[in-house]
């Protein structure tokens, strides 16, 4: 057994990604090759108010990206927006 040898699937595509702070949610085989990605999930306070966070919206950004393992590849990042949940915050999102 090879001391540090990573077993976990997810933890070794995020190793191969090479993006230390986020969480690979899947790869699509097909001509192009898309891994899925989104931010590690943490609470988060508002700038202005400091509650905690809530959850606005979540949309796919496409990035293009060099080859790997010699095919095309497109890592689409899943974006969080946050907004602030009290009424009286001036700070909307």
């Known amino acids: 057994m090879l001391l540090g040898l990573e077993r976990n699937p997810q933890r070794m595509c995020e190793i191969l990604v ?8 899947g790869v699509l085989d097909g001509p192009v090759t898309e891994i899925h990605v989104e931010c590690r999930r943490t609470s988060v306070g508002c700038p202005d108010c400091g509650a905690i ?3 606005k ?16 590849t497109r890592l689409r990042w899943h974006k ?8 009286d915050c001036p700070r909307a999102s």
Request: net charge neutral; with cysteine.
């Open 57 to 72: 919206d979540q949309r796919v950004v496409p990035f293009v990206d060099l080859p790997c393992f010699g095919r095309p």
């Open 18 to 25: 090479g993006l230390p702070d986020v969480v690979v949610l």
């Open 53 to 55: 966070a809530e959850l």
């Open 80 to 87: 969080r927006r946050l907004r602030c949940p009290e009424p």
